[in-house]
């Protein structure tokens, strides 16, 4: 399940840093910007279909599925999920 949980590290971050600077730097427009959001939204549903809802803490969870974890610019999730995977064997 790590390698997993290293995807949704991966994906948190990447989405994270797109919304902190990535979308103003590149100059995407709105609907872009919905669209990267969008992309990592599928990247994530392939990711969760291989490991049990369960299996995730529950903040993590709550945030992946109200999309709040798409637009998050801090990285708390990422930083929440790299310490969710630290943890597994």
């Known amino acids: 399940m790590r ?3 290293l995807q949704i590290v991966e994906i948190l ?3 994270a840093s797109y919304n902190d600077k ?6 995407h427009s709105p609907e872009e910007c919905e669209r990267q959001r969008d992309l ?10 291989r490991i049990p809802a369960s299996a995730i803490p529950e903040p993590l969870r709550l945030a992946i599925e ?5 637009t998050d610019w801090s990285g708390r999730y ?5 310490t969710w995977a630290a943890t597994l064997p």
């Open 40 to 49: 990592s939204r599928a990247a994530m549903t392939a990711v969760l279909t």
């Open 78 to 82: 990422a930083e929440l999920a790299q």
């Open 13 to 15: 971050s990447s989405i």
């Open 3 to 5: 390698p997993h949980a």
């Open 22 to 27: 990535g979308a103003m730097w590149s100059g």
């Open 66 to 70: 109200s999309g709040e974890a798409f």
